[in-house]
């Protein structure tokens, strides 16, 4: 990836914060997913919704979403886009047969 300083990707929105790039969509997609698979805390301090069949069948949403991004993206993603994604997936993935099997 490049440092942002001519990245186009980088410049800043219209309210003077820094518009989103890839990687930061694709990780904002993968911490949402972790949430849900209750891996991490969300952002207000709790884990999981306390129904565990939604909160699974949302990290399954969000998993696919990303799968679907992978697929329409092929071929246009830098090298460390590219392997951003894929080791966001296998790691997802993993967390969620893990998490189905509880």
């Known amino acids: 990836m490049t440092d942002g300083a001519n990245d186009p990707r980088q410049r800043e929105g219209n309210d003077g914060s820094e518009s989103i790039d890839f990687a930061t969509f694709v990780l904002s997609l993968s911490t949402s997913a972790l949430v849900n698979l209750g891996a991490i805390p969300s952002p207000e301090g709790g884990f999981a ?24 993206t092929h071929g246009n993603l830098s090298g460390d886009e590219e ?20």
């Open 49 to 72: 919704p306390v129904d565990k069949h939604v909160a699974i069948a949302l990290a399954r949403q969000t998993i696919d979403i990303l799968a679907m991004l992978e697929s329409k």
């Open 83 to 102: 392997r951003l994604l894929q080791e966001v997936l296998v790691d997802l993935r993993l967390r969620y047969i893990q998490a189905t099997k509880r």
